[in-house]
C-alpha cells in the first residue's frame, strides 16, 4: 500500500461500521488557549462539553453517515507551547512538526468493546500487522498517589478476550499503565476517562518477552501506534469523579509512524530495518525535490548523538527538517496562519527560518529554494487537504517574500555570531594555556601564556569585549583579584591585566574563579543572542543550535532581560489612558449589564429626529477623580470592538449634563462619564431619578459610515488580496478609521484602487446593512462568516451583514460584530483611503475615510492640485509632464555638482600628500583637520591621500555640526612597524570624547567634542 491508500483504508473501514467521514478542521483552532489545532479531537470539543449536539452528518463537506460517529484525518501542529516537537525535528526519525492524526469517534454511542474489536481487525486482519507483535496498555490506578478511578476491567477483558483468539497470551500482551500513561483529561475538571494503547514491537525478533519490556520504555523499536480514549468521568472541581451521562471514544494514530513503519518493513513483513517515519512515500516528493535543488543524495544517516556529527549525517538531518518544514509551513500558510511576529505566527515564522537556515548552512541551498518545495507539498498532500492547491500562489509568494527578507539578514547574521563564537573559543583557549588548564604537563611558568594574552587582548577589540563580558559577574571578588566594575567599565583599562592575579593564584578560590570565568566565555552573551534576536530576525533557539554546534551555550536568563527591557520600553512608549471603573465599586461585580437600546437609534427614524430615550438612573460611580452616571437602559454605545463610545447630553429634571465619553466595565454597565463641570453641578441623592439621553447624532453617524466602511474595506482586501486577510485590530472615530490586517507585502497601489473601486460599487449599490442574533455553534464552522480565531464567543453572537437578505446569512460581507453600523451602504457616501503601511512583520495597516471627513479630502487635494499646477505653470492635463522636466533639470545640476565635489576632494589630497612630513622610523605621515560634507566624504578623503603616499599614515579629522569624526590609514609597512590604525583611532577617540577602532590598516571613529578636534590631531 502506498501512504495514501492507508489513510483511505483507514477512513474506508470506519465509513463501514456508519461513520460520518469529516474533513479535517484548519490548524487555526477555535479554543483561545491552543496555538494551533494539536490534536484530532480539537474540533469535537464542543460535542464532549454538550455545548452542542451531535450533528456531525450536517457539516459542510462530510461524506455523511451518523451523527454519532465521526472519523478523520486532522492536520495537526506541535512546535511552541505545551506540546513542542521543532527542536528534534531532523536529528531523528519520528518527531514532527506537523503531521496528521487519523482518528474514530463515538459521542455517546458506541463504547470499549467496538472501539478495541474494530481496531484489533483493522490492524490485523486489513492491515495484516502479526499479532503477535501487538502489545495493549490498560489503565491500572497507583492509588498511593491518589490516582483516579479504579483498574480497567472492562478494557482489559476486552483485549483478553481478543488476545486468547489469536493464541497469545494476555498476560504477556497486556501491560497495566499509571495515570501519567492511560488516563486522559481534558484539564484540571470536566471530561476524562482511562485510555487504551496499542504498542507494537518492531525489534529483528518478535520475540513477545522482548516486546514486552519495551513497551512504555521510550524506545523506537516499540511505540505507540494507536491511542483509545475512554471519556466516561467528570473530574470535578473538589477532586472527585463522576459518571457522565453520555460516554464517548476518542481515538488517534499517527498517519505518518503507520505509513513509516509499513514503508520500512515492506508491508509489515521484514523487521531488520531501523524504523523511519521518513520511509513513508509521502516524503518521497520533497526528497526527490530537495536532491534536485542541492545536489546531494538523502543517506538516511541518524547521529548517535549531536556532537561530532558526520557530514552525511549533517546532510540527513537538513534533509528532514526540510520536508518537515515545508509541510508545516505551507499547510499552515494555506489555513491562514501567516508568519509574523506574534503569537502562532511568530511560531511558523520560527519553523520556516529553521528550514532556511539548515538548508542555506548544510546544504548550501540559495535563497529562494524553499518556495521551490511547495509544489512537492501541494502534489503529496493536495489531495486530502484542498485548500493547499487553492492557496498554492499565495504559499509560495508568502514564503518567497520571508526568503528574500530573512535573506538580507542572514549572512550578516551568521557573520556576526561566527565571529562571537570565534572570539568565545580563542578566548577559552588562551585562558586555559594561561592559567594550565588545558589538560597538558605545561608547566607553571605563566610568563608567556600570559603575554600572549596580553598581546592578543590588546590588539582585538572584540576578544577584549569577551573577556570584559566575562569578567563583569566577577565584580566585588576577594581582595587579592583586585577586579572592580570601575576598572572593567573605564574606556582605558587593560583587561588582561586584571586577570592576572586569577591566572596566578594558587589557593582553591583563585582555581574556582579560573573555572568560573572559562565557564562565562564558553556562553554567548545574552545581549548577542537578543541583538541576533531584534536586529538579524534569529529565533533564539536557531542562535541555540548554531552555538550547541560549536560547543557554546547560551546566556537565556540574559536574553530575557534584554526582551523585557524592550518590552517595557514599548510600554513606557504606549501612552495609554487605563480606566478601571468596576474595581472601585464593591457591587459592580453583582450588578446587571445596561440594557443597549442604541442599535437602531439613527436610522429607525426614516429622517425625523429620533424618539426620545428614557432611563433611569440607578447609580454615580467615582473612579480616580472622574464621576460615571449608569442607566438601566441607554442608546449611548460603549467604546468597544475598536468603536470609540459615544457623547451627548443627559437630562435629569431641569438640569442638562454634558456625556463626554461611554465606556462598559467588568459587570457590562454603561458608564457615562460627565464633565467636571456637570460632576460638580450633579445634585446629590439622584438615584433611581427618571432621566431623558440623548446622543450626539451627527458624530454617532459618522462613526457608523466608519464602521461600515471598516467592513467593506475587510471584504475588499480579501476579494482583492486573497482569504488569508484576517483581521488583526481595528478604531472606528468618526473623523477616520484604521483597520489592521494580517498581510505578508505592501500592498501595491494597483491593488489599493482596486480596493477603493470595490468599497465604492458596492456603496453605489445601496445595498441593505443588517444584524442577525444566532447560536455560535450554528455558524462557528462557516468560513463565508469573519469571526476572530482565539476569541471567546458567548453562546449567542451578532452576525453584522452587508446584502442579501436579513436574516438569511447570505451576504457578501458578513462578520461577527458587536458594533453600530448604518442601514444601508448609501450612506457612507465616499470612501478614501488616505494611508497603507507596514506595522509589524506580516501585519499591514489602511487608514480611510468616509462620508463628510471623504468630501473634505478630495476638496483639499484639489485644491493643491490647482495650487501645484498655478506655481509650475501647467494645467492638470500637464502637470506630470511639467514635473518630469523639473526633476530631469534637478537631476543634471545634482550630477555637475557632484563632478565638482569630486575634483575639488581630488585637489585636496594631492595638496595634503604634498604637505607630508617624513616621521622618525622615516614613513610619511599626514595630520590635518579638513572642511567635508560627509563622514563617507573623509574616508574617501583618506583613502586617495594614502594611495598617493604609498607607504604612510594618514590622520584625519572633520567637525560636523556637535560631532567630530577621525578616520586613520596606515599601510602595509607602517603596520609592519608597530603602527596600527584601531589603537590611533582608539586614542584619538578617547580625547574627543567618545570611541571608535577598526582594523590595523583602516579605523573610524567619533567624539562629542569638535571644539578639541585640532588640538588631540596637533598633539
Known amino acids: 500500500m502506498t501512504s495514501a491508500q492507508i489513510r483511505q483504508s483507514f477512513l474506508d473501514f470506519f465509513a463501514k461500521q456508519k461513520h460520518t467521514v469529516v474533513p479535517s478542521?484548519?490548524?487555526?483552532?477555535?479554543?483561545?488557549?491552543?496555538?494551533?489545532?494539536?490534536?484530532?479531537?480539537?474540533?469535537?470539543?464542543?460535542?464532549?462539553?454538550?455545548?452542542?449536539?451531535?450533528?456531525?452528518?450536517?457539516?459542510?463537506?462530510?461524506?455523511?453517515?451518523?451523527?454519532?460517529?465521526?472519523?478523520?484525518?486532522?492536520?495537526?501542529?506541535?512546535?511552541?507551547?505545551?506540546?513542542?516537537?521543532?527542536?528534534?525535528v531532523g536529528w531523528d526519525t519520528y518527531h514532527h512538526t506537523m503531521f496528521e492524526m487519523l482518528g474514530n469517534w463515538s459521542f455517546g454511542d458506541y463504547f470499549k468493546r467496538e472501539s478495541l474489536t474494530w481496531g484489533w481487525e483493522l490492524l490485523t486482519k486489513v492491515w495484516g500487522i502479526p499479532a503477535k507483535r501487538l502489545f495493549a496498555t490498560v489503565y491500572s490506578p497507583d492509588k498511593s498517589k491518589n490516582d483516579p478511578a479504579d483498574f480497567d476491567q472492562e478494557a482489559y477483558d476486552i483485549w483478553a478476550g481478543l488476545f486468547r483468539a489469536a493464541d497469545l497470551d494476555p498476560s504477556v500482551h497486556i501491560v497495566n499503565g499509571n495515570k501519567k500513561d492511560n488516563f486522559w483529561m481534558m484539564g484540571e475538571t470536566g471530561p476524562c476517562g482511562p485510555c487504551s494503547e496499542i504498542h507494537f514491537n518492531l525489534l529483528p525478533s518478535d520475540d513477545e518477552t522482548a516486546g514486552r519490556a519495551l513497551v512504555n520504555a521510550g524506545s523506537p523499536r516499540c511505540i505507540e501506534i494507536w491511542n483509545h480514549v475512554f471519556i466516561q468521568f467528570a473530574a470535578q472541581a473538589d477532586g472527585t469523579f463522576s459518571p457522565l451521562p453520555a460516554r464517548h471514544v476518542d481515538t488517534g494514530m499517527g498517519f505518518e509512524r503507520v505509513a513509516g513503519i509499513y514503508a520500512t518493513t515492506?508491508?509489515?513483513?521484514?523487521?531488520?530495518?531501523?524504523?523511519?517515519?521518513?520511509?513513508?512515500?509521502?516524503?518521497?516528493?520533497?526528497?526527490?525535490?530537495?536532491?534536485?535543488l542541492s545536489g546531494k543524495k538523502y543517506g538516511r544517516t541518524v547521529p548517535a548523538s549531536r556532537e561530532k556529527v558526520t557530514e552525511q549525517e549533517r546532510i540527513d538531518i537538513a534533509f528532514r527538517v526540510l520536508?518537515?518544514?515545508?509541510?508545516?509551513?505551507?499547510?499552515?500558510?494555506?489555513?491562514?496562519?501567516?508568519?509574523?511576529?506574534?503569537?502562532?505566527?511568530?511560531?511558523?515564522?520560527?519553523?520556516?527560518?529553521?528550514?532556511?537556515?539548515?538548508?542555506?548552512?548544510?546544504?548550501?541551498?540559495?535563497?529562494?529554494?524553499?518556495?521551490?518545495?511547495?509544489?512537492?507539498?501541494?502534489?503529496?498532500?493536495?489531495?486530502?487537504?484542498?485548500?493547499?492547491?487553492?492557496?498554492?500562489?499565495?504559499?509560495?509568494?508568502?514564503?518567497?517574500?520571508?526568503?528574500?527578507?530573512?535573506?538580507?539578514?542572514?549572512?550578516?547574521?551568521?557573520?556576526?555570531?561566527?565571529?562571537?563564537?570565534?572570539?568565545?573559543?580563542?578566548?577559552?583557549?588562551?585562558?586555559?594555556?594561561?592559567?594550565?588548564?588545558?589538560?597538558?604537563?605545561?608547566?607553571?611558568?605563566?610568563?608567556?601564556?600570559?603575554?600572549?594574552?596580553?598581546?592578543?587582548?590588546?590588539?582585538?577589540?572584540?576578544?577584549?569585549?569577551?573577556?570584559?563580558?566575562?569578567?563583569?559577574?566577577?565584580?566585588?571578588?576577594?581582595?587579592?583579584?583586585?577586579?572592580t566594575r570601575e576598572a572593567i567599565a573605564h574606556p582605558g583599562a587593560a583587561v588582561a591585566e586584571l586577570l592576572i592575579p586569577i591566572l596566578s593564584g594558587t589557593t582553591s578560590e583563585t582555581a574556582g574563579l579560573r573555572r568560573r570565568l572559562l565557564d562565562a566565555v564558553n556562553i554567548i552573551p545574552g545581549r548577542v543572542a537578543f541583538t541576533l534576536y531584534d536586529t538579524f530576525g534569529f529565533p533564539l533557539d536557531m542562535t541555540q543550535l548554531l552555538a550547541a554546534e560549536r560547543g557554546l551555550g547560551v546566556d537565556i536568563d540574559g536574553f530575557n532581560v534584554e526582551m523585557e527591557k524592550q518590552k517595557a520600553q514599548a510600554r513606557a512608549a504606549q501612552k495609554k489612558e487605563i480606566i478601571t471603573v468596576s474595581g472601585d465599586d464593591a457591587g459592580a461585580a453583582n450588578a446587571k449589564p445596561t440594557l443597549f437600546t442604541g442599535f437602531d437609534y439613527t436610522h429607525t427614524q426614516n429622517g425625523r429626529t429620533p424618539a426620545t430615550q428614557h432611563a433611569t438612573l440607578i447609580d454615580v460611580v467615582e473612579s480616580a477623580g472622574l464621576t460615571y452616571l449608569v442607566f438601566d437602559r441607554t442608546p449611548f454605545y460603549a467604546e468597544m470592538g475598536g468603536q470609540v463610545g459615544d457623547i451627548g447630553t443627559v437630562t435629569i429634571g431641569d438640569a442638562t449634563f454634558a456625556i463626554t465619553d461611554t465606556i462598559k466595565d467588568k459587570a457590562g454597565r454603561h458608564l457615562h462619564l460627565l464633565t467636571d463641570a456637570s460632576a460638580r453641578a450633579l445634585p446629590a441623592g439622584n438615584c433611581n431619578a427618571a432621566a431623558?439621553?440623548?446622543?450626539?447624532?451627527?458624530?454617532?453617524?459618522?462613526?457608523?459610515?466608519?464602521?461600515?466602511?471598516?467592513?467593506l474595506l475587510h471584504w475588499a482586501l480579501r476579494e482583492v488580496l486573497g482569504t488569508h486577510v484576517r483581521q488583526a485590530g481595528s478604531s472606528v472615530h468618526p473623523d477616520?478609521?484604521?483597520?489592521?490586517?494580517?498581510?505578508?507585502?505592501?500592498?501595491?497601489?494597483?491593488?489599493?484602487?482596486?480596493?477603493?473601486?470595490?468599497?465604492?460599487?458596492?456603496?453605489?449599490?445601496?445595498?441593505?446593512?443588517?444584524?442577525?442574533?444566532?447560536?455560535?455553534?450554528?455558524?462557528?464552522?462557516?468560513?463565508?462568516?469573519?469571526?476572530?480565531?482565539?476569541?471567546?464567543?458567548?453562546?449567542?453572537?451578532?452576525?453584522?451583514?452587508?446584502?442579501?437578505?436579513?436574516?438569511?446569512?447570505?451576504?457578501?460581507?458578513?462578520?461577527?460584530?458587536?458594533?453600530?453600523?448604518?442601514?444601508?451602504?448609501?450612506?457612507?457616501?465616499?470612501?478614501?483611503?488616505?494611508?497603507?503601511?507596514?506595522?509589524?512583520?506580516?501585519?499591514?495597516?489602511?487608514?480611510?475615510?468616509?462620508?463628510?471627513?471623504?468630501?473634505?479630502?478630495?476638496?483639499?487635494?484639489?485644491?493643491?492640485?490647482?495650487?501645484?499646477?498655478?506655481?509650475?505653470?501647467?494645467?492638470?492635463?500637464?502637470?506630470?509632464?511639467?514635473?518630469?522636466?523639473?526633476?530631469?533639470?534637478?537631476?543634471?545640476?545634482?550630477?555637475?555638482?557632484?563632478?565638482?565635489?569630486?575634483?575639488?576632494?581630488?585637489?585636496?589630497?594631492?595638496?595634503?600628500?604634498?604637505?607630508?612630513?617624513?616621521?622618525?622610523?622615516?614613513?610619511?605621515?599626514?595630520?590635518?583637520?579638513?572642511?567635508?560634507?560627509?563622514?563617507?566624504?573623509?574616508?574617501?578623503?583618506?583613502?586617495?591621500?594614502?594611495?598617493?603616499?604609498?607607504?604612510?599614515?594618514?590622520?584625519?579629522?572633520?567637525?560636523?555640526?556637535?560631532?567630530?569624526?577621525?578616520?586613520?590609514?596606515?599601510?602595509?609597512?607602517?603596520?609592519?612597524?608597530?603602527?596600527?590604525?584601531?589603537?590611533?583611532?582608539?586614542?584619538?577617540?578617547?580625547?574627543?570624547?567618545?570611541?571608535?577602532?577598526?582594523?590595523?590598516?583602516?579605523?573610524?571613529?567619533?567624539?562629542?567634542?569638535?571644539?578639541?578636534?585640532?588640538?588631540?590631531?596637533?598633539?
Open 25 to 88: 478542521s484548519s490548524l487555526m483552532p477555535d479554543s483561545p488557549g491552543l496555538l494551533f489545532t494539536n490534536a484530532g479531537m480539537n474540533q469535537f470539543v464542543p460535542i464532549f462539553l454538550n455545548e452542542r449536539k451531535p450533528d456531525v452528518s450536517r457539516w459542510p463537506g462530510v461524506v455523511p453517515a451518523s451523527d454519532t460517529r465521526a472519523t478523520d484525518t486532522q492536520k495537526c501542529i506541535r512546535a511552541g507551547g505545551k506540546h513542542n516537537d521543532l527542536d528534534d
Open 266 to 292: 515492506k508491508g509489515f513483513k521484514d523487521f531488520s530495518a531501523e524504523p523511519s517515519n521518513y520511509n513513508a512515500d509521502v516524503f518521497t516528493s520533497l526528497f526527490t525535490a530537495i536532491e534536485a
Open 323 to 483: 520536508a518537515d518544514h515545508a509541510r508545516a509551513v505551507s499547510c499552515a500558510i494555506a489555513d491562514g496562519i501567516l508568519p509574523s511576529n506574534d503569537g502562532r505566527n511568530y511560531v511558523i515564522r520560527r519553523i520556516l527560518r529553521r528550514g532556511i537556515l539548515y538548508g542555506r548552512k548544510d546544504l548550501g541551498l540559495e535563497t529562494g529554494f524553499f518556495a521551490k518545495l511547495v509544489p512537492a507539498v501541494v502534489g503529496s498532500l493536495g489531495d486530502v487537504f484542498p485548500e493547499l492547491k487553492q492557496q498554492q500562489q499565495l504559499i509560495e509568494r508568502v514564503i518567497r517574500t520571508e526568503e528574500e527578507s530573512f535573506g538580507k539578514t542572514l549572512d550578516r547574521g551568521i557573520a556576526l555570531i561566527t565571529e562571537q563564537m570565534n572570539a568565545q573559543l580563542t578566548a577559552a583557549q588562551l585562558l586555559r594555556a594561561a592559567s594550565g588548564m588545558n589538560g597538558e604537563n605545561i608547566p607553571r611558568d605563566l610568563k608567556d601564556p600570559v603575554k600572549t594574552l596580553i598581546d592578543v587582548l590588546e590588539t582585538d577589540a572584540f576578544l577584549r569585549q569577551v573577556f570584559t563580558q566575562a569578567l563583569l559577574p566577577l565584580v566585588n571578588l576577594p581582595e587579592g583579584a583586585r577586579v
Open 692 to 711: 431623558t439621553l440623548a446622543v450626539d447624532l451627527e458624530r454617532r453617524r459618522q462613526i457608523q459610515r466608519h464602521h461600515t466602511a471598516t467592513h
Open 736 to 1019: 477616520y478609521l484604521r483597520f489592521d490586517f494580517a498581510h505578508f507585502e505592501q500592498v501595491k497601489p494597483d491593488q489599493l484602487q482596486k480596493i477603493e473601486h470595490l468599497v465604492n460599487a458596492r456603496i453605489l449599490e445601496n445595498a441593505l446593512v443588517s444584524t442577525t442574533e444566532v447560536a455560535h455553534a450554528d455558524i462557528a464552522a462557516r468560513k463565508d462568516i469573519n469571526q476572530f480565531f482565539g476569541d471567546k464567543y458567548g453562546d449567542r453572537v451578532r452576525v453584522v451583514q452587508i446584502g442579501g437578505a436579513p436574516g438569511a446569512l447570505d451576504g457578501y460581507s458578513m462578520e461577527l460584530c458587536g458594533g453600530t453600523h448604518t442601514a444601508a451602504t448609501g450612506e457612507l457616501g465616499l470612501v478614501k483611503i488616505t494611508l497603507e503601511s507596514a506595522i509589524a512583520a506580516g501585519t499591514r495597516r489602511i487608514e480611510a475615510v468616509a462620508g463628510a471627513p471623504a468630501h473634505a479630502l478630495v476638496a483639499a487635494h484639489e485644491t493643491l492640485l490647482k495650487e501645484f499646477g498655478g506655481r509650475i505653470q501647467a494645467g492638470p492635463q500637464d502637470l506630470l509632464k511639467k514635473l518630469d522636466a523639473v526633476l530631469a533639470a534637478k537631476a543634471d545640476i545634482e550630477k555637475r555638482i557632484k563632478t565638482y565635489e569630486q575634483r575639488a576632494a581630488a585637489s585636496l589630497a594631492d595638496e595634503l600628500a604634498a604637505k607630508a612630513v617624513a616621521a622618525p622610523d622615516g614613513l610619511k605621515q599626514v595630520t590635518a583637520v579638513v572642511s567635508v560634507e560627509t563622514p563617507d566624504a573623509l574616508r574617501a578623503l583618506g583613502s586617495q591621500i594614502i594611495t598617493k603616499l604609498g607607504e604612510g599614515i594618514v590622520r584625519l579629522g572633520a567637525a560636523f555640526g556637535e560631532k567630530a569624526t577621525v578616520v586613520a590609514f596606515c599601510s602595509p609597512a607602517a603596520i609592519k612597524a608597530g603602527h596600527q590604525a584601531g589603537k590611533i583611532v582608539a586614542e584619538l577617540c578617547a580625547k574627543l570624547d567618545g570611541k571608535g577602532g577598526g582594523k590595523p590598516d583602516f579605523a573610524m571613529g567619533g567624539g562629542k567634542s569638535p571644539d578639541k578636534l585640532a588640538g588631540v590631531l596637533k598633539n
